[in-house]
Nanobody, 127 residues
Framework: EVRLVESGGGLVQPGGSLKLSCAYS????????IAWFRQAPGKEREGVSC????????HYTGSVEGRFTMSSDNAKNTAYLRMNSLKPEDTAVYSC????????????????????WGQGTQVTVSS
């Protein structure tokens, strides 16, 4: 079983920045992926970014590319999502997820590929 805990959400003004953290623990595969998803009220869950943890290559959805950066500290089993130039449309609950295959990090990665999820952290972008 893998457990994930997100932190770092909050209220920020448009144009501001936040950095989310995802600490994961448990039985971690040697070949795995971590992804960030978000869900706004009344909308479907959307993949934001993912990382193949074998080589730290990543993918981003188009609406965040150039503004969001995913990184990791493997020694701490922690992944991060740095969000810059935030917009009101970025408002959502952000969740990180673990997939037990690194190949789950591809363009248009799907939430149903991921096996374990954190509880989510609210990000609100508003003036």
């Amino acid at each position: 079983e893998v457990r994930l805990v997100e932190s770092g959400g909050g209220l920020v003004q448009p144009g501001g920045s936040l950095k989310l953290s995802c600490a994961y623990s448990g039985f971690i595969s040697d070949d795995y992926a971590i992804a960030w998803f978000r869900q706004a009220p009344g909308k479907e869950r959307e993949g934001v970014s993912c990382m193949d943890m074998t080589d730290e290559t990543g993918h981003y959805t188009g609406s965040v590319e150039g503004r969001f950066t995913m990184s990791s500290d493997n020694a701490k089993n922690t992944a991060y999502l740095r969000m810059n130039s935030l917009k009101p449309e970025d408002t959502a609950v952000y969740s990180c997820a673990y997939g037990d295959r690194a190949i789950y990090c591809v363009p248009r990665f799907r939430p149903n590929w991921y096996d374990a999820w954190g509880q989510g952290t609210q990000v609100t972008v508003s003036s």
